[in-house]
């Protein structure tokens, strides 16, 4: 289930293949983000669609070849200028004059081709790790002729049409791990090879090579260009060299930012920073506008306290502590960014619900698991924190106070350089312990989500100004994180106060801590 429904989406018919198409928000400008090779569909851009629609309108489609647009076969249906001919169609059926374009690795031949053959179409350009030929591509000495039969399955030679056609999902996994080469990146790669899997070796195989340009038709599209361009790219991408972007920016007279320690498709690993360069971007190249803000002295402005609390399963307790900072620091301001339906029992009780929470993504049912509802929640928990970063943008706050709203701890952690104020981490558990039935791929993805944490938690001490864990150490499993990792006890006790059950004083220690900050 995704964070956000699109406000409108249909087919368009070219030649007749039918390309399907989503809109989503509204605002100043129109944000284009093109499919990239057709082993996605257009969940590939579904960090930026959630959240940059937020304060753009925001146009995708399917590609060719996947999702519910047509599989069109016979190599010449994925020629690049289909893709750009199809680019153009959707722009057409969503009446869009004009866009910011966002392309990602192949997808960024038919952003430049897009740019330099229809200059009125193309507001802005977005490149993220390019494929463009602008310098020497990455060596792979396994790599074997993409259309004889494979003699190995290490590595690089995995990308031949047998071998797909013997084993397509196991391609799928080598390929995804290779475009997302940090750690922990679990949850990216599974999600992609369900996607792959949409499409069939066959389709795959016809879009092969279909895209041929030489390093001088390349520069001479990008002089053909008259657009403003950004250029992203991670100095750690293994399958598109660093100086393939930096040459771009070069020639665009671009603006380059490099990801340092970051793989390919930063959009997904890191979608808060990239986010916010596209937003950053696109603000820089549309026409100056007058703006309303609102500003109040620091000496001027009353203690603000923010609340997150992570589902209606920790409203009651956060409702307790709330009165009990109130009773500690008299003239305090309590707000409350909570979805539904919490959002409704605070309101009830004559709370404070700030008015972003409406954009907050309302309940999903994904299913009795909580391990597998917490990895789908990906879309969730991110825009959860962007909308929390929104907010203290708009108007300072003192204290965030975070109650198993485990996307505002995480992306936090990922982002630390956006903390601008106190900040509390409240809980009543400490990750995941696999079942005694659970098989080796759950254990190990369990004891992966579980080293992240503790790696995040160990290098960014200074992010939790104050970690509660709501109850005692009895509560917690008497086991270890994982193989060769904490004892969860021994480590918890190092790195949260605990507080006592609710009804035992825990509400009383929680506030008194919280209003330390105050």
């Known amino acids: 289930m995704r964070a956000r429904e699109p406000d409108e989406s249909g087919y368009v018919v070219r030649d007749g293949v039918r390309l399907y198409w989503e809109a989503y928000g509204r605002g100043s400008a129109t944000i284009l983000m093109l499919p990239t090779w057709s082993v996605l569909d257009s969940a590939h851009g579904r960090f930026q669609l959630i959240d940059l629609s937020r304060h753009y309108r925001v ?74 030929p602008l310098a020497p591509d990455h060596d792979y000495p396994e790599a074997g002729p993409f259309v004889e039969p494979y003699r190995s399955t290490e590595g690089w030679a995995k990308f031949n049409a047998d071998y797909w056609r013997t084993d397509y999902e196991g391609f799928l996994r080598f390929f995804f791990s290779q475009v997302w080469t940090e750690a922990h990146s679990e949850r990216l790669i599974d999600s992609c090879v369900a996607n792959g ?47 393939r972007g930096e040459r771009l920016a070069a020639e665009a007279k671009a603006s380059l930012v490099t990801m340092a320690g970051a793989g390919h498709c930063s959009g997904n690993r890191d979608p808060v920073r990239f986010n916010l360069l596209i937003r950053e971007f696109t603000e820089e190249i549309l026409p100056w506008r007058p703006r309303r803000r609102f500003w109040t002295r620091a000496r001027s402005r009353p203690r603000r306290v923010l609340i997150v609390p992570g589902g209606p399963e920790t409203v009651s307790r956060d409702l307790l502590i709330a009165d009990a900072l109130r009773a500690r620091r008299g003239g305090i ?5 909570a979805a539904e339906p919490a959002r409704t029992v605070l309101a009830d009780y004559g709370e404070t619900i700030h008015p972003a929470s409406a954009d907050l993504p309302g309940p999903a049912d994904r299913g009795p698991d909580a391990f597998v509802a917490w990895r789908e929640s990906d879309e969730d928990h991110f825009l959860s924190f962007m909308i929390l970063n929104d907010v203290v943008d708009e108007e300072p706050v003192d204290l965030v106070v975070a109650d198993g709203a485990w996307g505002i701890d995480h992306h936090l952690h990922e982002n630390p350089e956006l903390k601008r104020f106190a900040y509390a981490w409240l809980t009543d558990g400490v990750r995941w312990v696999p079942e005694p039935e659970a098989d080796e791929r759950r254990r190990y993805l369990m004891t992966d989500a579980n080293a992240e944490m503790l790696e995040q938690a160990e290098r960014y001490r200074r992010v939790r100004d104050r970690a509660l864990f709501i109850g005692d150490t009895g509560d917690l499993p008497s086991a270890a994180f994982g193989a060769a990792m904490p004892d969860i006890r021994t480590w918890a006790k190092d790195h949260f106060t605990f507080t006592g059950p609710v009804a035992d004083g825990g509400v009383e220690l929680a506030a008194a801590r919280l209003a330390e900050l105050l």
């Open 197 to 243: 899997l949409q499409s069939t070796p066959e389709t795959l195989i016809d879009t092969v090579g279909t895209n041929p340009m030489t390093d001088q038709e390349a520069i001479e599209l990008i002089r053909r260009t008259r657009c403003p361009w950004l250029v992203v790219h991670g100095d750690g991408d293994a399958l598109q060299p660093h100086a």
């Open 59 to 132: 146009v995708t489609f399917d590609p060719r070849g996947n999702g519910r647009s047509d599989r069109p076969s016979g190599r010449a249906a994925y020629a690049g200028g289909e893709f750009v001919a199809d680019a153009v169609a959707v722009l057409d059926a969503t009446q869009t004059d004009r866009a910011v374009v966002v392309a990602c690795s192949l997808a960024t031949h038919w952003l430049l081709r897009l740019a330099a053959d229809h200059l009125d179409r193309v507001l802005g350009a977005v490149a993220s790790g390019t494929n463009l």
């Open 333 to 337: 301001r309590i707000e409350w960014l």
